[in-house]
């Protein structure tokens, strides 16, 4: 079920995103996401499974995720996607990030399968007393990649995830409109894969519009 298209097949682009830092002198930093086109040869049957898994909520499961999330043991993932991620973040790109092959190896002994699922409750749920949807957030706790898998089909897909150039101390007031730090989107497409550093400051894109008739659908990966 999990099979990937092979690494030969991908039509891989890698964007070059600004972004501010703290560690050099310069004040900000170059960051690369990878994105990669009909990853899996039948998303279909990915989609399928996820859409049959039981939800789960709450920090433990979801952390500050905007909705609910699939969590379920796979070792067939494992086995099928592990070469390619191991192949796709050992590449000289990541200036930013070194690759350790143990370290990398003992996050995916323990690879779940995710997937987020966001609905228009869950959204009007969150955003009740804000201007804006903001989900901005970093996922670098442990990890130096994550990586997300649309599998929304074509006719639902919305949005997608934007990257931010993000002033971690900045005192952002409750009428600052986030999307002015917006320095990239990856549009949301059926079986695209998006690869990013975990630092990054990214979000999905959401609005109280979105998702009235199914729910925004990504697996997530953190590695």
Not at 77 to 92: A, E, V
Not at 163 to 186: L, P, R, V
Not at 215 to 221: D, E, N, Y
């Amino acid at each position: 079920m999990f099979e990937a298209n092979p690494l030969s097949n991908y039509n891989l682009t890698v964007k070059r995103v600004y972004d501010h830092s703290k560690d050099n002198d310069q004040g900000f930093i170059w960051r690369k996401v990878f994105i990669v086109d009909d990853f899996y040869r039948d998303p279909d049957q990915v989609r399928d499974y996820a859409l049959s898994c039981e939800l789960k909520g709450g920090k433990e499961y979801c952390g500050s995720l905007v909705g609910k999330r699939v969590v379920e043991d796979s070792q067939e993932m494992i086995d099928n996607l592990r070469p390619i991620f191991s192949t796709l973040c050992n590449q000289r790109e990541w200036n930013n990030l070194e690759y350790d092959d143990t370290e990398f190896h003992s996050k995916w002994d323990n690879m779940k399968f995710m997937v987020n699922s966001t609905t228009h409750d869950d959204i009007m749920e969150r955003f009740t007393d804000t201007v804006y949807c903001y989900t901005h957030h970093k996922d670098n706790i442990g990890y130096k990649w994550a990586a997300l898998i649309y599998l929304n089909k074509d006719d639902e897909c919305n949005g997608g995830t934007d990257f931010y150039n993000y002033i971690e101390d900045h005192a952002y007031g409750y009428d600052y409109n986030i999307k002015n730090d917006i320095m990239f989107t990856s549009e949301m497409k059926y079986n695209r894969m998006v690869l990013y550093e975990a630092r990054h400051t990214h979000g999905a894109i959401l609005d109280r519009k979105m998702y009235k008739q199914h729910p925004r659908l990504a697996q997530v990966f953190f590695m």
